[in-house]
């Protein structure tokens, strides 16, 4: 949240021709015509696969910028659920940190952006693993200011890149987040406490432990194997019922 690293800047620069990219892809797909429906799969897993190594650490006292999840889900971010509450607890931050930097990712830069008394970068829709990967690694921490969310992935990738995360204490980000161990959970819609949080995780004196138990709990609750296994053993209980 407090300076950029060079990965990321390189990234946010380069969202426009991703962004322009992928509409070239959307234009060309709709030209074709309908696909196929895809093979049915007997079982569909949602999950984080093991990441081969942690990735490595800022050093010194630079510090990295904040992302955050819009969850639009194809709506406008405007109409998504938890942006008052994110910009409300934003406003509660001016002036308390220097070069603080918000980095939004899944949406395009509005028309008119709101303005927040810092700079906000729009990356657009990233859809491979290397540049979500780059992203949730180049950030101090991942804000989640969702109000109705039941598992949300971004969380729990954030997690697996050893990446922080601040949410509400709502749905299901209690399955995700340890409260002041793998990032903090403020009270329910609670806009100054959610602030409290984001101030609490880039002024802790040990964040890169924070983020080591975060992906040793996303790896450990998360992972395929351990999904699978849960799948599993349901599939056992319902068969011998």
Known sequence: MLG???ELLDLVAQAPVMA??????????EARGP???APRRELQVSAVAEPEEPRGRSVGHARRPAAASPRCRGRRWGACEGLSG???ALGHLRGQIRNLH???FGQLAPRQPSELGFPVHYTGHLHDDL???????AADVLVVPSRQDNLPNTGIEAHACATPVVAFDTGGLPDIVEHQRTGYLARAFDTRDLAAGILWVLNH????????QARTRAVARFSYPVVAERYREVYRQVAGA
Request: glycine residues 2%.
């Open 4 to 6: 950029m690293r060079s």
């Open 20 to 29: 322009a990219a992928n509409a070239r892809r959307q234009r060309q797909a």
């Open 35 to 37: 696909r196929r429906p």
């Open 86 to 88: 994110l910009l409300a």
């Open 102 to 104: 918000l980095v939004i």
């Open 131 to 137: 540049s979500l990967r780059t992203l949730y690694s």
């Open 205 to 212: 004196a040990q964040r890169a432990r924070l983020g080591e």
